[in-house]
């Protein structure tokens, strides 16, 4: 920790603020990092780049904002552990070197990206979004059931066509995060993360903080718009080719059972998922969950949630009590869609697959089993890699 005093006169390190709905934006340059303040630390900041000292500081803050609890050596601390301080009393700070990673995703026109997300297309999306849940309601019987994923009887081959339509239609979601974030010629890129016990494609979209909050929304809504697309095709498919082969029939109720169930799962937004970020951003509180979470360590210590830092700017406890609500009915719903879909259909595949293994080799039944096993440690491996890769960046 610096010996930092009231006396210390600070540098800071190139930054960009910008406005935000209550507080600001602060980019740091070097790193590609973004962090939320209120106005006292920015006019802090400001004064600070002026060469005042840190007490000339804290007496003028003071005096312009009375109900505000002001500390300038905290405040300049908690700068130096962000790294933002360049240099202290004259003298340069040395701090580790760290290399921004490289702009992602450009062979990606700007030109294209704007081509399917413009004024028109949002518009079109959200009408085909509200008439998915028109047909749905018109004809119940294509809402997805659990036997929807077994459209053969050889169970690797149902995890083979189930996971190349997941892994599609997942890439397609993510492209459209993708195509909305370079319609506004900003970088990006793709990984491999997990939500729960989920392997899924993660888009890394923390540059859309140069947005203003008004542009942000499309961008996280851009995966759901696609998916939307996705499954008014498959419905369509269903409702005018009623007659077509059973193998395509099937494969569409696949298609349709994938769709809605992670359609669903965005609603779970105790995850991180899209709509909280929209949730997020409607409401212009930025530390939700980490708040949320301390919200219910007071009320329900027994459960022992991770313990984060409490962030709540003044006026935003209403928005983290409502959040908190969602947080809870977010795990009703996993919990329905477990009970309802995933558990009943790990016993059907355990009473057809487990039976295989004391057939014979030369049994199809046997093989069936094998391979759907090596499937499965597949899909565990990659699990625990995004697991490790997690715990490692923590």
């Given at each position: 920790m610096l010996n930092i005093t009231l006396q210390s006169r600070l540098s800071i390190t190139p930054i960009e603020i910008r406005k935000d709905k209550k507080h600001y934006i602060v980019e740091d340059k070097l790193t590609g990092d973004f962090y939320e303040m209120p106005e006292v630390c920015i006019d802090a900041i400001d004064l600070i780049n002026q060469g005042f000292s840190l007490g000339e500081i804290e007496t003028s803050l003071i005096e312009k904002f009375p109900n505000e609890e002001v500390n300038l050596v905290d405040f300049a601390n908690q700068l130096f552990e962000l790294g933002l301080i360049d240099q202290l009393d004259g003298?340069?700070?040395?701090?580790?070197h760290i290399s921004k990673e490289p702009s992602g995703m450009l062979w990606v026109s700007p030109k294209l990206?704007?081509?399917?997300?413009?004024?028109?297309?949002?518009?079109?999306?959200?009408?085909?979004?509200?008439?998915?849940?028109?047909?749905?309601?018109v004809h119940p019987s294509l809402f997805p059931h659990r036997d929807d994923i077994f459209v053969f009887d050889i169970m690797f081959v149902n995890v083979i066509f189930w996971m190349a339509f997941s892994f599609l239609f997942v890439l397609i979601h993510e492209f459209g995060h993708v195509l909305a974030i370079r319609a506004h010629n900003l970088p990006t890129k793709m990984e491999i993360g997990h939500r729960m016990f989920f392997v899924v494609l993660l888009t890394d979209m923390s540059s859309i903080w140069r947005l203003p909050p008004k542009d942000r929304n499309i961008l996280f809504l851009a995966?759901?718009?696609?998916?939307?697309?996705?499954?008014?095709?498959?419905?369509?498919?269903?409702?005018?080719?009623?007659?077509s082969s059973n193998f395509i029939i099937g494969l569409v109720h696949l298609a349709t059972f994938d769709i809605v169930l992670r359609m669903i799962f965005q609603c779970c937004i105790y995850m991180k998922t899209d709509l909280y970020y929209v949730f997020e951003n409607i409401s212009g509180c930025y530390n939700l969950m980490e708040n949320a979470k301390q919200a219910i360590n007071k009320r329900l210590s027994f459960l022992k949630l991770q313990q984060m830092d409490e962030v709540i700017f003044s006026g935003e406890k209403r928005t983290v009590s409502f959040y908190t609500l969602l947080y809870f009915l977010g795990f009703v719903i996993t919990i329905f869609l477990y009970f309802h879909y995933y558990i009943p259909e790990i016993i059907h595949v355990g009473e057809q697959i487990l039976p295989g293994f004391i057939n014979s080799p030369t049994s199809l039944l046997f093989w069936d089993a094998v391979v759907f096993s090596l499937q499965v440690g597949i899909f565990i491996l990659l699990l625990l890699n995004s697991w490790r890769k997690k715990y490692i960046k923590n």
């Amino acid at each position: 920790m610096l010996n930092i005093t009231l006396q210390s006169r600070l540098s800071i390190t190139p930054i960009e603020i910008r406005k935000d709905k209550k507080h600001y934006i602060v980019e740091d340059k070097l790193t590609g990092d973004f962090y939320e303040m209120p106005e006292v630390c920015i006019d802090a900041i400001d004064l600070i780049n002026q060469g005042f000292s840190l007490g000339e500081i804290e007496t003028s803050l003071i005096e312009k904002f009375p109900n505000e609890e002001v500390n300038l050596v905290d405040f300049a601390n908690q700068l130096f552990e962000l790294g933002l301080i360049d240099q202290l009393d004259g003298e340069k700070i040395e701090k580790k070197h760290i290399s921004k990673e490289p702009s992602g995703m450009l062979w990606v026109s700007p030109k294209l990206g704007r081509f399917f997300f413009n004024k028109f297309t949002v518009l079109l999306y959200s009408v085909i979004l509200v008439l998915n849940i028109v047909i749905f309601i018109v004809h119940p019987s294509l809402f997805p059931h659990r036997d929807d994923i077994f459209v053969f009887d050889i169970m690797f081959v149902n995890v083979i066509f189930w996971m190349a339509f997941s892994f599609l239609f997942v890439l397609i979601h993510e492209f459209g995060h993708v195509l909305a974030i370079r319609a506004h010629n900003l970088p990006t890129k793709m990984e491999i993360g997990h939500r729960m016990f989920f392997v899924v494609l993660l888009t890394d979209m923390s540059s859309i903080w140069r947005l203003p909050p008004k542009d942000r929304n499309i961008l996280f809504l851009a995966g759901l718009y696609f998916d939307s697309i996705l499954l008014f095709l498959a419905l369509i498919t269903q409702l005018f080719f009623p007659n077509s082969s059973n193998f395509i029939i099937g494969l569409v109720h696949l298609a349709t059972f994938d769709i809605v169930l992670r359609m669903i799962f965005q609603c779970c937004i105790y995850m991180k998922t899209d709509l909280y970020y929209v949730f997020e951003n409607i409401s212009g509180c930025y530390n939700l969950m980490e708040n949320a979470k301390q919200a219910i360590n007071k009320r329900l210590s027994f459960l022992k949630l991770q313990q984060m830092d409490e962030v709540i700017f003044s006026g935003e406890k209403r928005t983290v009590s409502f959040y908190t609500l969602l947080y809870f009915l977010g795990f009703v719903i996993t919990i329905f869609l477990y009970f309802h879909y995933y558990i009943p259909e790990i016993i059907h595949v355990g009473e057809q697959i487990l039976p295989g293994f004391i057939n014979s080799p030369t049994s199809l039944l046997f093989w069936d089993a094998v391979v759907f096993s090596l499937q499965v440690g597949i899909f565990i491996l990659l699990l625990l890699n995004s697991w490790r890769k997690k715990y490692i960046k923590n």
